[in-house]
């Protein structure tokens, strides 16, 4: 009997795409409908019979139930799936680092982008939008220099010796403009390990088809 599959809708290179390297490390079946709202009404009459906000990711579970939020989906395959160990359980001493960072980045850092996608959401002018994304830039960049500092030492992955959510989260959002090089310099502990899983052997087929590693993929801002 073939399982029914998860249903996650969002773009290539999208909050989508460690929501997706989860399902595969996890080894479930997932249907992947790519949809990019960002880029205009079009895209967005896609997902709003799906979430009325028209946004994504967009995680369908096979038993029908619908989830919006990466860190939300993140978080709970993460406890749904515990022998893939991708997340520290609820009586285990990491739990609550892990809660507390997953958050963060959703809070801190990913909720930014919904104004650097389109800085006329809050901003009329060029020089306005211009300012914007300067001082939206220069904060995540805070941020991750913040969160840098306060992770444990010694550590092959943010949280421990083994690969977990809060790692394929932080990787694919420090690719997001405005690059990298900027990511690499204020934070270089997580650096280190968002290259480790850059070159993840079970994830090199994932990020070729939904967030290719192009000849410029770590140009930006320093």
């Known amino acids: 009997m073939v399982a029914t599959p998860f249903v996650l809708y969002g773009a290539p290179g999208s909050g989508a795409t460690p929501v997706h390297a989860a399902l595969k490390l996890i080894g479930a079946p997932v249907k992947a409908i790519d949809v990019a709202p960002w880029q205009g009404e079009v895209e967005r009459q896609k997902v709003v019979a799906i979430n009325p906000m028209q946004q994504v990711p967009v995680l369908v579970l096979?038993?029908?139930?619908?989830?919006?939020?990466?860190?939300?989906?993140?978080?709970?395959?993460?406890?749904?799936?515990?022998a893939a160990g991708l997340a520290p359980l609820a009586n285990e001493s990491a739990r609550v680092q892990y809660l507390r960072w997953m958050s963060f980045v959703?809070?801190?850092i990913y909720s930014l982008y919904w104004i650097r996608d389109d800085?006329?959401?809050?901003?009329?002018?060029?020089d306005a939008k211009a300012t914007?994304?300067?001082?939206?830039?220069?904060?995540?960049?805070?941020?991750?220099?913040?969160?840098?500092?306060?992770?444990?030492?010694?550590c092959r992955y943010l949280l421990g010796d083994r690969l977990g959510m809060l790692d394929l989260y932080v990787t694919v959002v420090?690719?997001?403009?405005?690059?990298?090089?900027?990511?690499?310099?204020?934070?270089?502990?997580?650096?280190?390990?968002v290259r480790r899983v850059d070159a993840e052997p079970r994830l090199l087929d994932h990020w070729a088809a939904r967030f290719p590693f192009e000849s410029d993929?770590?140009?930006g801002e320093a």
Do not use: K
């Not at 029908?64 to 395959?77: F, R, Y």
């Not at 420090?174 to 390990?193: D, H, I, K």
């Open 132 to 154: 914007v994304l300067d001082r939206t830039a220069e904060r995540i960049a805070q941020c991750w220099r913040d969160m840098d500092a306060q992770l444990p030492r010694g």
């Open 106 to 108: 959703s809070a801190a």
């Open 217 to 219: 993929w770590e140009s």
């Open 174 to 193: 420090s690719r997001w403009r405005p690059g990298r090089m900027r990511f690499y310099r204020r934070a270089p502990r997580m650096a280190e390990v």
């Open 62 to 82: 096979p038993s029908g139930e619908v989830m919006t939020e990466s860190a939300a989906m993140l978080i709970w395959l993460g406890d749904r799936y515990p």
């Open 119 to 126: 800085p006329s959401r809050l901003a009329l002018t060029a």
